[in-house]
């Protein structure tokens, strides 16, 4: 049987969110739902897998409440469940940058269809950001696009503050996994004064997902916070592994390189590895190992 792996967030004035979280996580604990659901005064985000019946019991129990009605979940499907457990957490936002006074609730940029999508950025006045932090723009990203070296998202603004000018770059279109990024990030532009602000409605997935291959213009691969790692056109599973030492995405290549230890480091880390992290490294490996083989029997 095959699980529906289900993607969705809402920005929504959200008072009453603390309330929601008991009944939450009983519902999905119930509907043997596992994976993440974050709860804020500004919204809901989630990325949750379970059975056809299960995500839809989910979304009709959301949906019930007006301001969730127009809920629309990304959806794809795994033959295993991509997380290993069930986490309902309140948060002080549901996707971190650190800037209070940014509300989408407010204001957004103008989004733009999978379809019109390709049209906006071959425009030589369009300056294109990929929003995402860099090890997940490494492994692929549009043609063309802006890489703002971000190790989180809470670094977005000081690349926008030095490097980005409304004068210079009038129309600005920026684009994120799943597109909520982008919510907080089109917000934060357009106070920043920019006045052509676009991004991609429903982010790399949903482009992925509807875009064909001959006419995508999408390099690599996206990176994705679940075990599938990485995803390409078609959302088909991608080549990736994750790092069990540093949880960076790791390529064939990577593998065969000297500073690739499996279930330890790779060449993104073996070169600050201490002796008591290879330790834990390699007594948590070998757990893993002997999990398998008796799971195997």
Same mark, same amino acid.
């Given at each position: ?11 929504? %004035?959200?008072?009453?969110?603390? @309330?929601w979280?008991?009944?939450l996580?009983?519902?999905?604990? @119930?509907?043997?739902i *596992? #994976?993440?659901i974050?709860?804020?005064a &500004?919204?809901?985000?989630a990325?949750i897998?379970g ?12 949906r019930?409440? %007006? !301001?969730?009605?127009d ?7 795994a ?5 290993d457990?069930?986490?309902? !957490?309140? *948060?002080s936002?549901?996707?971190?940058? #650190?800037?209070?006074?940014v509300? %989408?609730?407010?204001?957004?940029g ?6 019109d +999508?390709n049209?906006l950025?071959?425009?030589p006045e369009?300056?294109l950001?990929d929003?995402r932090?860099d090890?997940e ?6 043609? =063309?696009a802006?890489? %703002?070296h971000? &190790? ?5 603004p000081?690349?926008?503050k030095?490097?980005?000018d409304? @004068?210079k770059?009038?129309k600005?279109a920026?684009?994120?996994t799943g #597109?909520?990024?982008c919510? *907080? ?7 920043? =004064? ?5 991004h991609?409605?429903?982010g790399?997935? *949903?482009?992925l997902?509807e875009?064909?291959e001959p006419?995508?213009? +999408?390099? =690599?691969e996206?990176f994705?916070f679940d @075990?599938?790692?990485?995803v390409?056109?078609?959302l !088909?599973?991608?080549?990736y592994d994750?790092?069990a ?10 593998k ?13 880390? =073996? ?5 008591e ?7 948590k490996?070998q ?11």
């Amino acid at each position: 049987m095959s699980l529906v792996v289900a993607t969705f967030y809402h920005f929504f %004035p959200f008072a009453d969110y603390a @309330q929601w979280r008991s009944p939450l996580q009983a519902l999905c604990e @119930q509907q043997e739902i *596992k #994976g993440t659901i974050l709860l804020a005064a &500004e919204g809901i985000n989630a990325t949750i897998a379970g059975s056809r019946s299960a995500i839809d019991t989910l979304l009709a129990y959301l949906r019930s409440d %007006p !301001r969730l009605s127009d809920l629309t979940p990304k959806e794809s499907t795994a033959p295993d469940y991509p997380f290993d457990r069930l986490k309902v !957490r309140l *948060k002080s936002e549901i996707v971190t940058l #650190g800037q209070p006074d940014v509300n %989408p609730n407010e204001q957004v940029g103008t989004y733009v269809s999978p379809q019109d +999508w390709n049209q906006l950025i071959s425009d030589p006045e369009v300056t294109l950001i990929d929003t995402r932090n860099d090890y997940e723009v490494q492994i692929g990203s549009f043609r =063309g696009a802006q890489n %703002p070296h971000t &190790e989180s998202f809470r670094d977005f603004p000081d690349y926008v503050k030095t490097h980005l000018d409304p @004068q210079k770059h009038p129309k600005v279109a920026m684009f994120c996994t799943g #597109g909520i990024r982008c919510e *907080k990030a089109t917000a934060f532009m357009l106070k920043q =004064g920019f006045q052509e602000v676009y991004h991609l409605q429903g982010g790399i997935l *949903k482009y992925l997902e509807e875009v064909p291959e001959p006419e995508s213009l +999408w390099e =690599g691969e996206c990176f994705v916070f679940d @075990q599938r790692i990485a995803v390409k056109t078609g959302l !088909r599973p991608g080549s990736y592994d994750l790092c069990a030492g540093c949880g960076y995405p790791i390529s064939e290549a990577d593998k065969a390189s000297p500073e690739y230890e499996e279930g330890i480091c790779c060449p993104h880390c =073996g070169d600050r590895l201490t002796p008591e992290k290879r330790a834990r490294q390699q007594a948590k490996h070998q757990q893993s190992q002997l999990k398998k083989t008796k799971d195997n029997k």
